[in-house]
């Protein structure tokens, strides 16, 4: 019972266009989400996170879009730079429990010169 | 360096014998948190410490894991008698508080033979 979903494994985006990672939950008592990226052999690293009360949050090249209604969120980075080829995982959490995240199982994004 | 470290970062061994990995936190950080994850699949969380609070273990897959933390600082996962499914990737992670996002480590890989 997956209670975040990546349903794409993999995605390939042209160096420079905007890349979208999307992200489904089942839980509706998730109120906080977080978006990190991963290399290989290194550790997950923190990127950006939305609360419940808000619809959008904004970082530099990535935002965060939450849809509460679709029980969807999905993760922009425009313009898209080699650096950004990673593996993205989301992950939610929610109160109580507010430290026990449940993570997706991540979608690989290529970015190709 | 300030990260969160962990060792060993590969550990090979066979099975049936007892584990220890070790996780050295950011200094200061009360919340300390380790996971696990298998090929392809997203963290699993097992266990977490917050300050002197007693731990949420509610993770951990069955008795042959136990993890302590000394001094609220440096924490210790333990696994005995080993056993081929439990051949992952260890990650730990710790963060100054609740809701606060995760800083993570670069994992131990365990292989067990």
């Known amino acids: 019972d997956q209670q975040v979903k990546q349903n794409s494994p993999s995605l390939s985006v042209q160096e420079g266009r905007i890349s979208i990672l999307n992200c489904d939950y089942t839980n509706s008592m998730f109120d906080y989400f977080l978006w990190y990226k991963k290399y290989p052999a290194e550790g997950p690293t923190f990127l950006i996170s939305i609360s419940s009360i808000k619809d959008k949050n904004e970082d530099g090249r990535f935002t965060v879009f939450l849809n509460k209604s679709a029980k969807h969120l999905s993760l922009h980075i425009v313009p898209s730079q080699p650096g950004d080829s990673a593996v993205y995982f989301c992950?939610?959490?929610?109160?109580?429990?507010?430290?026990?995240?449940?993570w997706g199982a991540g979608t690989k994004l290529i970015i190709k010169p | 360096g300030a990260g969160v470290s962990q060792s060993p970062s590969n550990k090979v061994t066979e099975k049936g014998k007892d584990v220890e990995l070790r996780c050295d936190p950011i200094s200061g950080h009360t919340a300390l948190y380790w996971y696990r994850q298998s090929l392809g699949q997203g963290l699993e969380f097992l266990i977490y410490f917050q300050g002197n609070s007693a731990p949420d273990k509610s993770g951990l897959p069955s008795d042959r894991f136990s993890a302590e933390r000394t001094g609220g600082s440096v924490s210790t996962l333990t696994i005995q008698r080993t056993q081929q499914e439990d051949s992952a990737v260890y990650l730990c992670?710790?963060?100054?508080?609740?809701?606060?996002?995760?800083?993570f480590g670069d994992g131990t890989r365990l292989s067990i033979l």
């Open positions: 992670a710790s963060s100054p508080g609740l809701r606060q996002p995760q800083h």
């Open positions: 992950a939610a959490s929610s109160r109580p429990s507010n430290y026990q995240l449940i």
